[in-house]
């Protein structure tokens, strides 16, 4: 028996595993994942351990970087929109937007004309209104081209659609939760912050932790153990045995209760790994 038999260890990826901010913000390339991150999952694996990537981004966006960690379990894509295996080209779980989310989307974009939104369709599709500077950073990052229409129409927007991202300052997303809310459509959808001015609209239930538990279901595995950095984590880190934060982690997210591990470029994931081996 390995130490780590019957044991999910659930990993986000950018700024937990990897530190993609400086990236993402225009300053170049993002430095690999470190080392002993990656000499740390090979022992968990070795050791009996399941080891799963759950990450907000695509798909399409997490192919690339996936071929460089090592992952013994699926993993759970588009904000827990979805968990698929990648060794077989799998969907095992599915929970995509609901009809009548162009309705919804078409609405929040009217009324909000500041809004930047990127639509995720279920292959290699990506869709943007209101093309913004960042896109094309964050097209720079995911090394994923989108295609730019004029409005959320149906003729223009095939379904399904995976999920929505907003891009905006924190405050008009906010108030964008309140307009949601107000129409009573806020109740069909996960609204979840994954940066300080990005809000992520899954399926309502579609969330890291429910898919973080549905995974540890899949696996046949008995004790989960979760890290990650920003409110899009908080479900999963909720939905763990053990949850660990790396030290750039958000306030609200280093404030959750869970440990707090290194800083990201220093090895978070390796320095959970040993704190786990320690129990």
Not at 41 to 54: K, R, S
Not at 179 to 185: C, H, R, S, V
Request: charged share 20%; net charge negative; glycine share 6%.
């Amino acid at each position: 028996m390995g130490k780590f038999d019957k044991m999910l260890l659930v990993s986000d990826y950018d700024n937990t595993l990897r530190y993609t901010e400086t990236s993402l913000r225009g300053g170049g390339e993002a430095p690999p994942v470190h080392p002993e991150n990656l000499r740390a999952i090979h022992y968990w694996m070795d050791q009996g351990g399941a080891f799963a990537m759950a990450t907000g981004r695509s798909l399409a966006a997490f192919r690339a970087p996936a071929r460089d960690i090592p992952m013994n379990a699926p993993a759970i894509v588009d904000n827990g929109a979805a968990i698929y295996d990648l060794r077989t080209e799998t969907y095992l779980v599915k929970s995509f937007l609901p009809d009548g989310c162009l309705e919804h989307l078409r609405a929040a974009a009217g009324a909000f004309p500041e809004l930047s939104l990127e639509l995720y369709h279920e292959g290699d599709l990506i869709q943007v209104v209101h093309q913004t500077p960042w896109n094309e950073q964050h097209a720079k990052l995911t090394r994923l081209n989108y295609q730019v229409i004029a409005a959320v129409e149906p003729e223009l927007v095939p379904l399904p659609l995976v999920k929505a991202l907003f891009v905006a300052d924190m405050a008009v997303l906010k108030q964008l939760c309140r307009f949601m809310a107000e129409k009573g459509w806020a109740e069909r959808y996960e609204l979840i912050f994954s940066s300080d001015h990005l809000l992520e609209m899954t399926a309502r239930g579609a969330d890291k932790g429910r898919m973080a538990l549905q995974l540890k279901k899949l696996c046949g595995c008995e004790q989960l153990y979760c890290a990650g950095d920003h409110a899009n984590d908080l479900p999963m880190l909720r939905a763990a045995d053990r949850a660990f934060v790396p030290a750039n982690a958000i306030p609200e997210v280093l404030e959750s209760g869970a440990t707090v591990v290194c800083h990201c470029l220093d090895g978070a994931i390796a320095e959970a790994v040993g704190i786990i081996e320690r129990i």
